[in-house]
């Protein structure tokens, strides 16, 4: 088998056989197929595509490219979240433990934050203590012990994946379903759940920009991640304003708790709620109305709150935080930035305002860049707020001031204002199912 000859049968639309698939994935990864040729196969699946069969094969290849976790011991009860990524996104810390106290089991890898996007990782290292790596003997064991655990990837999950997203960004083949697709469920099939719900979004602070090109993705992924024997579900959410108050990362670990607590039923209660449904829902093997019922009633009980304490504390955490917020970071600045006009708020560049959070210190421009967990933003109007001349916008909460000014900068040009009330946009678009 020659590479040459898969390069040119996919260029002219022609449907790669598993074994042809199976030799590329193998070869790119070990380093025997140069990075010039597997960028022409990039080129070619962006243009011509890939069909549902030839997708699930090469899911299922990168999935077994590296490391794979094996969660046979939990059955149908093995549970995961994944989001497309977003500003403000801390669902998984409430979704997480509302799912574990009813039954199911949340052994989740999650990544760190990287541009505008915030990481589940950073976040849970902005509680002091909580480990972020375990063995996968104290992986599964925490898991079979309390429901929950959750840590960083590791090293050696879906390697073909990491050269290949690589070779994507540099070669504009980047946005291409098939590949976004293989791309995301080989992680979720190397992870090892059972049932995994996936949080689509779409808008200015999302990768994909319009529900048309999110609903797409999504069908693709649930189709593909049934084809790989997994049950899936996909919530397409609105990611045009940042999710909840709070960006940042001990920020949103505050109003995570906060959320758990019943003391905060907004846009991020409802997502949330959507989401830990449809776990619910999967693993129970229960209608969404059932499981929603029980989602509302793990919250007002206090079920989840008391999980999450217990998951924080058996990864080396702090728990005290859960009940009294000053055991996690503050910044030593809080600024507030005003609104120059009067008017209503008529829209926001998400994006922008997580590049300001990232200017403050709450994110990355670079893998390699340390991150302050005090600095974020915590958002005071939103779209559809009426606003004052001199009105506070928003507060930015950070540890050096000399960040402040181009912080707001980015932050004020992310904010449009106008003469009429916008109209109010779903927060859910669709449920596929």
Not at 8 to 37: A, C, N, V
Not at 239 to 264: D, F, S, T, W
Not at 313 to 341: M, N
Not at 363 to 386: H, M, N, Q, T, Y
Request: glycine letters at 10%; aromatic letters at 6%.
């Amino acid at each position: 088998m020659r590479m040459y000859d898969i390069i040119e049968k996919k260029r002219d639309g022609k449907e790669l056989s598993p074994e042809e698939i199976s030799f590329f994935i193998e070869g790119y990864t070990k380093g025997e197929i140069p990075d010039y040729q597997a960028s022409a196969l990039c080129m070619a699946i962006y243009f011509r595509g890939m069909s549902e069969a030839e997708t699930v094969t090469l899911t299922e290849c990168m999935a077994r490219s590296g490391d794979t976790l094996d969660l046979s011991d939990f059955g149908e009860l093995s549970v995961d979240k994944h989001s497309t990524g977003g500003v403000g996104d801390k669902t998984t810390l409430i979704v997480a433990p509302i799912a574990a106290c009813l039954g199911g089991v949340v052994t989740k890898m999650s990544g760190r934050g990287l541009g505008h996007t915030g990481g589940t990782v950073d976040k849970l290292e902005a509680i002091p203590g909580y480990r972020t790596s375990l063995s996968e003997e104290e992986f599964i064991s925490q898991s079979k012990r309390i429901n929950i655990a959750v840590i960083g990837q590791t090293g050696n999950l879906t390697p073909a994946d990491k050269k290949l997203y690589a070779l994507r960004d540099v070669t504009a083949t980047v946005n291409s379903i098939p590949l976004i697709t293989a791309s995301i469920m080989s992680k979720k099939l190397a992870a090892g759940s059972k049932n995994i719900v996936l949080d689509v979004k779409y808008g200015s602070g999302a990768f994909m920009k319009t529900t048309d090109d999110a609903e797409i993705l999504a069908e693709n992924m649930v189709k593909i991640g049934r084809g790989c024997k997994r049950n899936v579900t996909a919530v397409l959410t609105n990611m045009n304003v940042p999710l909840g108050e709070n960006i940042g990362n001990a920020l949103e670990v505050k109003e995570a708790i906060r959320v758990l607590k019943g003391g905060q039923k907004d846009e991020l209660y409802e997502v949330c709620v959507a989401l830990a449904t449809e776990m619910v829902a999967l693993f129970k093997k229960i209608p969404p109305d059932e499981a929603k019922k029980l989602v509302i009633g793990a919250i007002d009980s206090g079920a989840a709150l008391s999980k999450m304490r217990e998951w924080i504390k058996a990864q080396g955490g702090d728990e005290r935080c859960v009940d009294d917020e000053s055991y996690l970071p503050s910044a030593a600045v809080i600024y507030p930035v005003l609104s120059p006009t009067d008017g209503y708020i008529t829209g926001t560049d998400a994006q922008l305002i997580g590049a300001s959070a990232m200017i403050l210190g709450a994110g990355r421009e670079s893998k390699d860049d340390v991150i302050d967990p005090s600095a974020g933003i915590v958002l005071v109007k939103k779209p559809g707020d009426r606003v004052k001349s001199g009105d506070v916008l928003c507060r930015l909460h950070t540890s050096d001031v000399s960040k402040l000014k181009e912080a707001e900068k980015v932050f004020l040009s992310a904010v449009k204002f106008g003469e009429k009330e916008p109209p109010k946009e779903p927060l859910i678009y669709k449920i596929i199912r």
